[in-house]
């Protein structure tokens, strides 16, 4: 009997993962422009903020900065705290990189924190000094 309970509380709690990650799925998806961002422990300009774009579909992402565009793919695991994401480079500059992300998405707000160093996935939202994390504050845009 303890075996079937625990049995029925993995596959509830894999339930709820999977939900949760479809959701995400769902809800991620648009046209994003970074409100703040921060590299390494230092703010960035406004002045590069408001070159850069983010779009988000089906898996996909396409960012553009001052002109120069870059594609490729991502993930969410949305079963981890803080949720997942890994980001693939496809064309552009970041092309077969690999970059473990974590992100936290609050209505029309999506906040991501990248390793740029590809080394491992943050576990919080800071971008310290001496590292390649970068965290951007994103949000939607409206059409």
């Not at 553009?64 to 064309?91: I, Q, R, W």
Request: net charge positive; hydrophobic share 35%; charged share 25%.
């Amino acid at each position: 009997m303890k075996r079937i309970f625990l049995t029925g509380l993995v596959l509830a709690v894999s339930l709820i993962a999977v939900s949760a990650a479809d959701s995400d799925a769902k809800l991620i998806q648009g046209k994003w422009k970074p409100v703040t961002g921060e590299l390494a422990g230092k703010l960035m300009p406004e002045t590069v903020l408001q070159t850069i774009s983010m779009t988000l579909e089906k898996g996909k992402y396409e960012v553009v900065a001052d002109g120069h565009p870059d594609k490729g793919t991502y993930t969410l695991d949305a079963s981890t705290k803080p949720k997942g994401m890994t980001v693939t480079g496809t064309e552009g500059p970041n092309q077969a990189k690999t970059f473990p992300c974590i992100y936290e998405l609050k209505g029309d707000t999506l906040r991501i924190c990248y390793d740029l160093s590809g080394a491992k996935r943050p576990a919080e939202f800071k971008s310290l000094p001496g590292t390649k994390l970068y965290l951007v504050t994103y949000a939607r845009k409206k059409d």
